[in-house]
């Protein structure tokens, strides 16, 4: 069973950058898509950015695309979300999860979810 542990949220201005981490632990997760997804208060959790088991393929919606960057060091069991121009309605909790193979844009393929970490963006 892998566990999942989301850091590097916190409040920042508009435009501003903040980049999370996910690390993970009790299993390696090389050999695994990984994703990042966010819960804004009042909406349903949405898919946010993949990456396959290598690092050579991403996917992003559409909402963060060209500012949101995701990155993984499978060295160190960690997945990274480096979000950039950020705007208020980028504001949610965070969570990563890894993939059920190696590559996969599916959110449905996605579990062993962490406990998030909050990002707020103000105005």
């Known amino acids: 069973q892998v566990q999942l542990v989301e850091s590097g949220g916190g409040l920042v201005q508009a435009g501003g950058s903040l980049r999370l981490s996910c690390a993970a632990s009790?299993?390696?997760?090389?050999?695994?898509?990984m994703g990042w997804f966010r819960q804004a208060p009042g909406k349903e959790r949405e898919f946010v950015a993949t990456?396959?088991?290598?690092?050579?393929?991403?996917y992003y919606a559409d909402s963060v695309k060209g500012r949101f960057t995701i990155s993984r060091d499978n060295t160190k069991n960690t997945v990274y979300l480096q979000m950039n121009s950020l705007k208020p309605e980028d504001t949610a909790i965070y969570y990563c999860?890894?993939?059920?193979?190696?590559?996969?844009?599916?959110?449905?393929?996605?579990?062993?979810w962490g406990q998030g970490t909050q990002v707020t963006v103000s105005s």
């Open positions: 999860a890894r993939g059920s193979t190696a590559w996969t844009i599916q959110p449905t393929d996605f579990g062993s």
């Open positions: 009790g299993r390696p997760i090389a050999s695994y898509a």
């Open positions: 990456m396959d088991w290598s690092g050579g393929r991403t």
